[in-house]
């Protein structure tokens, strides 16, 4: 949705956007008085716009975490704020009304007392403070807003306590219910046995759907107003990937444990990882977290760091409901019919001087998220999100002031989602992995497909702590996860079935054993490892293929002699990269009508086509090599179309990212002030430099913000982010970032007073107004 923020600007005042952008900048140096605080408070920026906030109680301390995030970022927080409200369509118009619905259906509708006291004890506190930052900041500022304010017009709302327990920075990390709805629409159009064999679980496992129910009319319909709303949220949805890994002091140069991390996520303007020091009384914790939320979600204190990546536990489950013939807000249970909870609401709506009422339906599975009447079917959505404790990351705050292993599993008790391996390491040289997620018990079933709301297939309950997945202090002296499957030999629980390929993880732990001990400089060079494992399985086959065709052959030399590695300057890269487009295609032809072959595609991944191509015996193996040959040609002429000089073919020259403002989609007389790049990339998304890319080869993932951390000095530590920690244009912080994350290149992450007094760029000073 946000692809349809349009300006009402006329095309003659853009000349002046740039004097208009920078004449509204946010104050940075001097001294602000506001109401509110009640001791002074001091934001030293630093050269890379982090701001380290000193503070002198915890209340002003997130008050000006506030503050800071609202100068920086006022207009995605306002942004944020409306999609987990459901309120966008009051700034973009009737194209915003499913959204709206979505967002509202999945709102935290229960006790507020026990959502509160699911997080840290005084989460409600620190959400008042930092919630009345932002305020502060929308008051302060009056009409000099951000200039995407002035182009839409209209002006930023106000923060409640409760918005930052909104519910749909959640979802999008739970899409294990979007899995099932394709998984059903497979099976329906395939038949169970090729779709099990087409696409196996990890671990294996015999799915079927449940006795009696029929999966015909299971369909994308069902996640219509789903997919409308995540294709609102600021960071887009797509399989998430990480990397993260730590290794004990034994491993390490220094004597002290080292910890790596690198969240993978849509790369967007502004980025979705805002930098931030909080110091206080109680605090002195260093990282990322998402703007719109207090504390910090990747870092360290003073005693512990960690890390995170996305474990992919199932936690979310998608119900079939019976409704009764003649009224659809009755639905069965047992033998009797039970009414839904129907809660109208009105959404007001853009250009229309109107609101539009909005009926939201609820069976004690959870919000109804479609219902086909002639069916008499409802879908309900069970997941972890509707429970207290619920909103995604908040449960950092206490994790961000754990010290040792014993208080950082307590922490973890209250984690819910969405859910992470968490990499631990501390000053007492101990090391740890954690998969940490409210964790569903299923006694009847898995998961993988919808369930009947009245078959007895209900969640009995939760993992506790003790029973997730978990290692501290190995005899291999390291831990790594990078999203594959991290069960662990004899676990008893099922906790998912559907996990990231291995390939990133095989390169990691390749570079995890090439040497005995390791310093930050090996780590950032293995976060940016870009060898691809497929890409050398499937140079193997092509050398079983003879060819004869003079002019593949040049090709076919430049592929037989490449070693995986996708650098900018890979001649092998565009060759590589159309091959695999083709081979997807030609092996999925014959399982697959056109409409159902993407989806099958992308849910087998590069196991499933590897899979496929596996060397059979006899005329098979011929039929195999003559696919491989065939699809080898389609690519070549592809690549040649691309690049009619082969001299300056490169994997860089048709690999770069561009971070796109959501104003320039729909108004591209804009880019030149908002969009940064194009920056050329290395690797794709099986390397463990990360680069999803889509069909124009365009980066649209992966790892902006990284951090490498040695325990042994904490200002040793060292970030990358980008495209900057500002979101507005001409700032000095909008887009200094990029450069150096393009190029590999990492800024320190000063954390002594010392330090950070060493790397000052701005000094604001915050003071009461009284």
Request: with cysteine; hydrophobic share 40%; glycine share 8%.
């Amino acid at each position: 949705m946000l692809l349809i923020l349009t300006s009402h600007a006329p095309a003659a005042a853009q000349g002046k956007l740039q004097e208009r952008a920078k004449a509204v900048l946010a104050q940075l140096d001097g001294d602000i008085r506001l109401p509110g605080l009640k001791e002074p408070v001091e934001i030293l920026r630093d050269r890379w716009g982090v701001p380290h906030i000193y503070a002198k109680n915890s209340d002003d301390l997130f008050f000006a975490q506030g503050f800071a995030a609202a100068q920086d970022r006022l207009f995605q927080l306002d942004l944020w704020r409306r999609l987990t409200r459901g309120e966008t369509a009051a700034i973009v118009g009737p194209a915003g009304i499913e959204a709206d619905t979505f967002a509202r259906l999945i709102r935290y509708r229960g006790d507020m007392k026990a959502e509160w006291e699911s997080y840290s004890a005084d989460t409600q506190q620190i959400a008042i403070a930092f919630t009345s930052g932002i305020n502060a900041c929308i008051k302060h500022l009056g009409k000099r807003l951000p200039i995407e304010f002035e182009l839409l017009g209209y002006e930023p709302g106000l923060w409640q306590p409760e918005d930052i327990l909104g519910r749909m920075s959640g979802i999008v990390m739970s899409r294990n219910f979007t899995d099932e709805v394709v998984r059903a629409t497979l099976i329906d159009k395939l038949g169970l046995d090729k779709v099990r064999s087409l696409l196996p679980t990890d671990p294996p496992v015999d799915f079927a759907p449940a006795p009696g129910l029929d999966l015909k009319g299971i369909d994308q319909r069902i996640l219509k107003n789903y997919q409308n709303a995540i294709k609102a949220l600021p960071f887009k949805p797509s399989t998430t990937q990480s990397n993260n890994w730590v290794v004990a002091a034994s491993r390490s140069s220094s004597g002290k444990p080292l910890l790596a991390s690198d969240p993978h996520r849509a790369t967007t303007m502004p980025a979705l990882r805002y930098l931030v020091h909080l110091h206080a009384p109680g605090w002195n914790v260093i990282g990322a977290g998402e703007p719109a939320l207090p504390g910090v979600t990747i870092g360290h204190n003073e005693r512990i760091a960690w890390g995170v990546t996305i474990v992919g536990t199932d936690q979310a489950d998608i119900f079939v409901e019976e409704t009764k013939p003649g009224d659809a807000t009755q639905y069965k249970v047992g033998d009797d019919w039970q009414k839904m909870v129907v809660v109208k609401e009105q959404i007001r709506v853009k250009d229309k001087d109107a609101v539009q009422t909005v009926e939201l339906r609820f069976t004690r599975h959870g919000p109804v998220i479609y219902q086909d009447e002639k069916t008499q079917r409802a879908y309900a959505l069970k997941w972890v999100g509707s429970e207290p404790g619920g909103a995604g990351y908040l449960a950092s705050l206490a994790v961000g002031r754990a010290g040792n292993p014993k208080e950082f599993l307590k922490a973890l008790e209250a984690w819910k989602i969405p859910s992470l391996n968490f990499v631990y390491a501390d000053v007492d040289s101990n090391i740890g992995w954690v998969a940490a997620a409210a964790t569903p018990i299923r006694p009847k079933h898995d998961g993988l497909l919808p369930a009947p709301g009245n078959g007895g297939f209900e969640w009995t309950g939760y993992l506790g702590i003790n029973d997730l997945p978990q290692s501290f202090n190995p005899k291999s002296g390291w831990i790594a996860t990078a999203n594959h499957n991290i069960i662990p030999a004899g676990y008893k629980h099922a906790i998912g079935y559907e996990f990231s390929a291995p390939y990133r993880f095989e390169r990691i732990k390749l570079g995890l054993a090439a040497k005995e001990k390791f310093d930050l400089t090996d780590f950032q060079t293995l976060q940016h490892d870009h060898v691809s494992i497929p890409g050398q399985m499937l140079v193997q086959l092509l050398r079983q293929v003879k060819i004869d065709d003079p002019w593949l052959e040049p090709y076919a030399k430049i592929m037989r002699a490449w070693d995986g590695s996708l650098g900018r300057d890979s001649q092998a890269g565009p060759i590589y990269a159309y091959w695999l487009r083709t081979l997807q295609e030609a092996v999925y032809e014959p399982h697959a009508p056109p409409a159902l072959r993407q989806e099958l595609a992308a849910k087998s991944g590069m196991p499933g086509l590897l899979r496929a191509l596996e060397a059979p015996p006899g005329p098979s193996r011929q039929a195999r090599d003559q696919l491989l040959l065939k699809t080898f040609a389609v690519a070549v002429e592809q690549v040649k179309q691309r690049f009619p000089n082969p001299e300056k073919m490169r994997w860089g020259a048709m690999h770069t990212v561009t971070f796109r403002h959501p104003l320039t989609s729909a108004n591209p007389q804009y880019a030149k002030l908002f969009d940064v790049g194009p920056f050329e990339r290395t690797g794709d998304v099986n390397t463990p430099n990360n680069t999803r890319y889509d069909a124009t080869f365009q980066q649209v993932h992966g790892a902006t913000f990284r951090q490498v951390l040695d325990l042994a000095d904490w200002d040793k530590g060292m970030a990358t982010s980008a495209p900057g920690q500002s979101g507005q244009p001409l700032s000095p912080h909008y887009n200094d970032l990029a450069p150096l994350w393009a190029e590999g290149r990492y800024f320190p992450l000063a954390y002594s007073r010392a330090k950070v007094e060493e790397v000052t760029r701005h000094r604001l000073r915050l003071q009461p107004d009284r």
